[in-house]
T-cell receptor, first 114, second 114 residues
């Protein structure tokens, strides 16, 4: 069974810092990996999606990397802003019959203070 | 292009009651997945519907059931509600066979069971 772990569980930083959020998964047979943002009590917003054949994806101040063989991904946030405060969730998609099913970590709760 | 819409946004039920949650998928999507997110946890996969049939199920008892309609909208039904069913229920739609497996999530339905 796929298990996804995110470290740290919570992070509080001053504005302007560069951040690294970590995600690990136990089964490397994934279809893709996604990073989501979730604001309190809200749904999920997709930030970045990395296909299993890719190594990284970038969007603005966000960069996500994937090392499938070691079962790890990192989300790098450059020059953090208070508006980045949210919970960040990592999810992997399985292959075969589980395609379409996402396995989520518990998330990293990020607070960026001015 | 409309996104995924869910209703109701909030509801309160008592133990033993039944609840129906509704989801309208994004235009052009033909697959709907349902997730349960308990407080402080990552979303857990309940089941997925494709062509009006269940296409994969997570570790949830039979009192969790669903439907998909010809217009690809979907319902999640939960019978004999328990206190632990209190959670945010998320619906996600996608287009099967597009190769990218990108899910679009709704804002969720917050269920409280007293």
């Amino acid at each position: 069974k796929q298990e996804v772990t995110q470290i740290p569980a919570a992070l509080s930083v001053p504005e302007g810092e560069n951040l690294v959020l970590n995600c690990s998964f136990t089964d490397s047979a994934i279809y893709n990996l996604q990073w989501f943002r979730q604001d309190p009590g809200k749904g999920l917003t997709s930030l970045l999606l990395i296909q299993s054949s890719q190594r990284e994806q970038t969007s603005g101040r966000l960069n996500a990397s994937l090392d499938k063989s070691s079962g790890r991904s990192t989300l790098y946030i450059a020059a953090s802003q208070p508006g980045d405060s949210a919970t960040y969730l990592c999810a992997v998609s399985g292959r075969g019959s589980t395609l379409g099913r996402l396995y989520f970590g518990r998330g990293t709760q990020l607070t960026v203070w001015p | 292009e409309t996104g995924v819409t869910q209703s109701p946004t909030h509801l309160i039920k008592t133990r033993g009651q039944q609840v129906t949650l509704r989801c309208s998928s994004q235009s052009g999507h033909n697959t709907v997945s349902w997730y349960q997110q308990a407080l402080g946890q990552g979303p857990q996969f309940i089941f997925q519907y494709y062509r009006e049939e269940e296409n994969g199920r997570g570790n949830f008892p039979p009192r969790f059931s669903g439907l998909q309609f010809p217009n690809y909208s979907s319902e999640l039904n939960v019978n004999a509600l328990e206190l632990d069913d209190s959670a945010l229920y998320l619906c996600a739609s996608s287009l099967a066979g597009n190769g990218a497996n990108v899910l679009t999530f709704g804002a969720g339905s917050r269920l409280t069971v007293l």
